[in-house]
């Protein structure tokens, strides 16, 4: 199991590496520049690459090995690396524009083929809870390796140097998938009958899309996945700008947003893993069908013993409660050192709510997934996982727009609503059976 971990969480690590440098140190760097929040915000439309990977996923399901998919994208991020350093983002806007969307284009693949891995070699509740604890963590840390270092060193190690390391970085990681035992075992062991299975498929498209929205739990998870980050997602991304026009240097924002306040995002995933393992080890899933009275025939029951679904609904509801503190602090636009103290909590309780969160949404799609045909998981998983990404990247390239047009507390106060309206389709979907139908009925 630790060499599964080690895997997934390094392949998982180098592939933040384009969102760390693109979510927080472009925006950071426009900003500065003079940039309005409108044409920051349109900049997301690099992550367009991941929106389309649900169309090229069945290739990747078919074609190769994953070995040989995983060797061929890192090594082109490698390569890209290499290009990006002999540009300067002052001189070349549209070269590095068109290197981070190469980037972001080989990544998406990249994810295609590590999320057929981990659908393949993550077995069982325990399993399932770890694996995507790796996923998460080593996601977001690489997107702190690259964004909240890159903007807190770049003074000293220039734009040139810093890409020649994350090149060398990648030709490591290269170096690591082509001789990683770990994809001699499950992996491997039904490429050839998903090879057979999808043959007649290769022709008749369609079947793969009635095959993916057949598999149980999918309309459900396809909704949920749209929409639990919209809110947050707003906040997440126009809440650090805030602060850059008011009450921050690029370098502190640099330093609490992209390394501490991440540094509690990877702690929040963590406790997540952590918690769908005790849930595992411990607890029988059967109290779902008693929800919302889950555990009150056991007086003061230690943590492991709740149920997943309570869980879900106190960290959304908690996620909301975060969210009114920070929209209060809108208020405040004189900087002082509280205020900075203030803004720092806040942006600490929401990295940590929404890694916790994020882990148990990736457990769940997985779980989805894994109910699914062989021949067709990593294109199902692909499709959830591209929900996800489009869910958020729309409403990212909104909200800068829409801060620019009503103002920062008229649109926070939309990013509210929409963090109340999730919490209470969790809560619905425990209460009357979606999503506890869908957890109740987890392997073993």
Same mark, same amino acid.
Request: some cysteine; overall charge positive.
């Given at each position: !199991? ?34 309005? +929040? ?22 990747? @399901? ?35 524009? %068109?290197?981070?969307?190469?980037? #972001? ?26 694996? #995507? ?15 909240? %270092?890159?903007?807190?060193? &770049? ?8 890409? /020649? ?22 992996? +491997? ?11 007649? @498929? ?19 998870? /396809? ?24 009450? /921050? ?16 995002? &990877?702690? $929040? ?21 008693? &929800? ?15 149920? &997943? ?13 975060? !969210? ?17 103290? !203030? ?6 309780? *929401? ?13 769940? !799609? ?20 591209? +929900? ?5 990247? /729309? ?5 800068? $727009?829409?801060? @620019? ?32 139908? *869908? ?6």
């Amino acid at each position: !199991m630790n060499d599964k971990l080690v895997f997934l969480g390094l392949l998982y690590f180098v592939q933040g590496i384009p969102y760390g440098l693109q979510s927080s140190l472009l925006p950071v760097y426009l900003r500065g520049a003079g940039h309005s +929040l409108t044409r920051i915000g349109l900049t997301k439309i690099l992550y367009f690459p991941w929106v389309l990977k649900v169309l090229w996923a069945p290739l990747v @399901d078919r074609v190769g090995t994953k070995r040989l998919w995983l060797v061929a994208t890192v090594s082109g991020l490698a390569l890209t690396c290499l290009s990006s350093a002999a540009l300067s983002p002052e001189a070349h806007i549209w070269g590095v524009a %068109g290197t981070l969307l190469a980037m #972001n284009a080989l990544a998406s693949v990249q994810d295609i083929a590590v999320d057929g891995a981990a659908v393949g070699l993550l077995k069982g509740r325990s399993e399932l809870g770890l694996g #995507n604890t790796a996923q998460v963590v080593g996601y977001k840390a690489g997107s702190v390796f690259a964004g909240g %270092g890159l903007l807190a060193v &770049i003074d000293v190690a220039g734009w040139g140097p810093m890409f /020649m390391l994350l090149a060398f970085v990648y030709f490591g990681v290269a170096l690591f998938v082509w001789g990683a035992p770990v994809l001699d075992d499950e992996l +491997l062991r039904g490429q050839a009958e998903g090879r057979r299975g999808v043959q007649s @498929d290769a022709v008749h498209p369609w079947r793969v899309w009635r095959k993916l929205l057949s598999v149980p739990g999918t309309p459900w998870t /396809m909704i949920y996945v749209l929409t639990y980050k919209l809110g947050e997602q707003g906040a997440v991304t126009m809440f650090p700008l805030f602060l850059l026009d008011n009450h /921050m240097t690029a370098r502190e924002l640099g330093f609490w947003n992209g390394v501490i306040a991440m540094g509690f995002s &990877i702690c $929040g995933s963590s406790l997540g893993g952590l918690l769908l393992s005790q849930f595992s080890a411990h607890f029988s899933f059967t109290c779902l069908r008693s &929800i919302p009275s889950c555990g009150t025939d056991i007086t003061s029951p230690p943590l492991h013993t709740l149920c &997943i679904g309570s869980l879900m609904r106190r960290v959304f509801v908690m996620r909301t409660v975060s !969210m009114v503190f920070q929209s209060s602090l809108l208020t405040v636009l004189e900087p002082s050192p509280l205020m900075k103290v !203030m803004a720092v909590l806040s942006l600490s309780v *929401q990295h940590f709510l929404g890694g916790l969160i994020t882990t148990l949404t990736f457990t769940t !799609m997985m779980h989805c997934t894994q109910r699914a045909e062989e021949s067709v998981q990593a294109t199902h998983y692909s499709f959830l996982s591209t +929900l996800e990404v489009l869910g958020k990247l /729309m409403f990212s390239a909104l909200a800068g $727009g829409l801060v @620019d047009w009503v103002g920062y507390p008229t649109a926070f106060l939309l990013f509210l609503v929409l963090s109340a309206g999730t919490a209470l389709h969790v809560w619905r979907a425990t209460d009357t059976g979606a999503l506890r139908e *869908q957890l109740k009925e987890q392997p073993k």
